[in-house]
């Protein structure tokens, strides 16, 4: 089992920044990819970005490129993602998800292959 913790989410007004943290216990953190994702009432979760379990690659969503930037502290068991010019559009719970398999050299966008969930952290951007 993998518990993820997320925490630094909350209300911050358009323009403004935010770091999120994930916290990781329960396996060998440094073999596997993260994510983050994002939902909002009666919408999908989507892939918001990922980092493989090397840090040597990540992928963004387009419509984050360029504003947050997703890192990760083996050391620490822990996964960021740094949150810049936020937009009202941002506002969504953001979920930390570990991947299923170890060692992927590229970053998956599908849900269903991270099989481990955070319970979430909102992050509400006031206009």
């Known amino acids: 089992q993998v518990q993820l913790v997320e925490s630094g989410g909350g209300l911050v007004q358009a323009g403004g920044s935010l770091r999120l943290s994930c916290a990781a216990s329960?396996?060998?953190?440094?073999?596997?990819?993260m994510g983050w994702f994002r939902q909002t009432p009666g919408k999908e979760r989507e892939f918001v970005a990922g980092i493989t379990w090397s840090g040597r690659e990540v992928l963004y969503a387009d419509s984050v490129k360029g504003r947050f930037t997703i890192s990760r502290d083996n050391a620490k068991n822990a996964v960021y993602l740094q949150m810049n010019s936020l937009k009202p559009g941002d506002t969504a719970v953001y979920y930390c998800?570990?991947?299923?398999?170890?060692?992927?050299?590229?970053?998956?966008?599908?849900?269903?292959?991270?099989?481990?969930w955070g319970q979430g952290t909102q992050v509400t951007v006031s206009s």
């Open positions: 998800a570990a991947h299923s398999l170890p060692h992927g050299i590229l970053v998956d966008t599908t849900l269903a292959l991270y099989n481990f």
């Open positions: 329960g396996r060998t953190f440094s073999n596997y990819a």
